[in-house]
């Protein structure tokens, strides 16, 4: 069975700190790692895709990493507008496996 | 932009009511899935479909029922609405098994 846990569950930060979410799985035969953002009240939101241990992605202040156990969402000098939960899923078997969520609060 | 449109953001109905939850996609998606969110658990997989009149249960499909006649529409049907049926009920698409899931924004869903 395939399993996703992110921590912490809940991140305060100083505008400007910076800081990383973890994903930890285990998955048979990974074929693909999200990052998903979600505002309160509203669906889930694509990041990223990660394939493969080593890669990396980046998007503004985002950046995605992935070994074989674990992907980081690395938050650089994060803004008061990056506040939201943050998702991670693996895709293993047919169907995807949800983390429940790190939710990041970001003070001005 | 892949779009995925669910039918109302925000539903209120009685108990024992049949709801009907509307859910379409305009990316010739293969897959279609139907989640419930509630704090504290997470995303629960309801019900997902890989095809047209396709089906198949997830992990929590006990009280719901789904209805797929085209591609591009997933209907989430509660039989006989019960009040820990009130949620969050989000759907989404996919296309390749290694992409990712296209979400809408979800109806939030109250049960009297």
């Known amino acids: 069975e395939d399993q996703v846990t992110q921590s912490p569950e809940a991140l305060r930060l100083q505008e400007g700190e910076s800081s990383s979410l973890n994903c930890s799985y285990t998955v048979s035969g990974l074929r693909g790692l999200f990052w998903y953002r979600q505002d309160p009240g509203k669906g889930p939101e694509f990041l990223f895709t990660l394939y493969s241990a080593g890669e990396e992605k980046e998007k503004e202040r985002l950046k995605a990493t992935l070994t074989k156990k674990e992907s980081f969402l690395h938050i650089t000098a994060p803004k008061p507008e990056d506040s939201a939960t943050y998702l991670c899923?693996?895709?293993?078997?047919?169907?995807?496996?949800f983390g429940r969520g790190t939710s990041l609060i970001v003070h001005p | 932009d892949v779009k995925v449109t669910q039918s109302s953001r925000y539903l209120v109905k009685r108990t024992g009511e049949k709801v009907f939850l509307e859910c379409v996609q305009d990316?010739?998606?293969?897959?279609m899935f139907w989640y419930r969110q509630d704090p504290g658990l997470g995303l629960r997989l309801i019900y997902f479909s890989y095809d047209v009149k396709m089906k198949e249960k997830g992990d929590i499909p006990e009280g719901y029922s789904v209805s797929r006649e085209k591609k591009e529409r997933f209907s989430l049907i509660l039989e006989s609405a019960s009040t820990n049926q009130t949620s969050m009920y989000l759907c989404?698409?996919?296309?390749?098994?290694?992409?990712?899931?296209?979400f809408g924004d979800g109806t939030r869903l109250s049960i009297l």
């Open positions: 899923a693996v895709q293993g078997s047919y169907i995807p496996t």
């Open positions: 989404a698409s996919s296309g390749e098994r290694n992409q990712p899931q296209h």
């Open positions: 990316m010739d998606h293969e897959n």
